[in-house]
């Protein structure tokens, strides 16, 4: 686990532009009620590639005519217990941080892993995210 001096200046960097935070299995549970709503979820975590690319590019995909109704994220490394819950509904997929998934009344309908992510600049991981909400949302 990572001390929270450390992380907060990186959470901040989500929650800053709209992201909630979730930090218990109940608050993912419910992130996902909805039988409507689009809920994009970043795992965000302290490595490069999320600094780098995905907390960037999820940032600069939100400047788009279609955007996911919610906002969500949850901490590798921080938040055990809601990364946890939260990769069940990430599910066939393994584990991976960072990783940002869109769903679509409760269902997974769009992931990306680290492997889409890592060595991948922030502009065309928000490309690939903007064409995804354009589809789905």
Do not use: W
Request: hydrophobic letters at 40%.
């Amino acid at each position: 686990m990572y001390p929270e001096e450390l992380v907060a200046p990186m959470k901040a960097d989500l929650t800053g532009v709209g992201f909630e935070e979730l930090t218990t299995a109940e608050s993912v549970d419910q992130a996902f009620k909805s039988e409507d709503e689009t809920v994009l979820l970043v795992v965000n975590s302290v490595c490069g590639c999320a600094a780098g690319n995905a907390r960037p590019g999820v940032k600069s995909a939100l400047d788009n005519e279609k955007t996911p109704d919610k906002l969500t994220t949850v901490f590798a490394g921080v938040d055990k217990e809601a990364t946890e819950q939260a990769r069940k509904y990430m599910l066939p997929y393994p584990p991976s941080s960072p990783a940002i998934a869109l769903f679509k009344g409760g269902k997974l309908a769009h992931m990306l892993e680290r492997h889409h992510i890592e060595g991948r600049p922030a502009e065309m991981i928000a490309e690939h995210l903007k064409a995804a909400f354009n589809e789905i949302c």
